[in-house]
């Protein structure tokens, strides 16, 4: 079989109409994690037929107080609509030349608004409503969008970044960096 972008390429006589549907539910709410989102991705693995398409769609459920932690895609940009609720959501831009280098934007969005995350850069949304959750679709220039969560990837790492390299990167003590990276590994590898 041959093969683009590390998935089967189906014969073109063989295709059908299963090989661009899901049964996906995204209109039912999903129990949250830890730090209180559940973010329900659709790309390439879920939908053959998106390969080679440039094209993904997540919904993101928010418990009240509930966060998508800091977060990049390497191969998307995002652009996210709120369905529900009120989200403040911001990203950090690049190592730019001052005045602009890592310059944070940000915005709350209610219901109907939309924001773009561009291809890469750090971004987050986060539910301040203590008593009502929220709702968003995302939608990605991917088939295969990636994620990479910050503090998981820094963190939560298998081996472990070394706590010397992480104390001085951040600045802080060691025995932070050791707490820090118990908390994730417990969460990550338990």
Known sequence: SVRVNGFVCKNPMEVNADDFFKAAALDKP???NKVGSNVTLINVMQIAGLN???????RIDYAPLGQNP??????ATEILTVLEGTLYVGFVTSNQPA???NKFLSKVLNKGDVFVFPVGLIHFQFNPNPHKPAVAIAALSSQNPGAITI???V??????ISDDVLAKAFQVEKNTIDWLQAQF???NHN
């Open 30 to 32: 999903r129990v949250t």
């Open 52 to 58: 080679t398409l440039g094209i993904s769609i997540a």
């Open 70 to 75: 800091p977060h990049t895609h390497p191969r």
């Open 99 to 101: 005045p602009n280098r």
């Open 151 to 153: 503090a998981n990837a």
């Open 155 to 160: 963190f939560g790492s298998d081996p472990q």
């Open 185 to 187: 590994w417990e969460n």
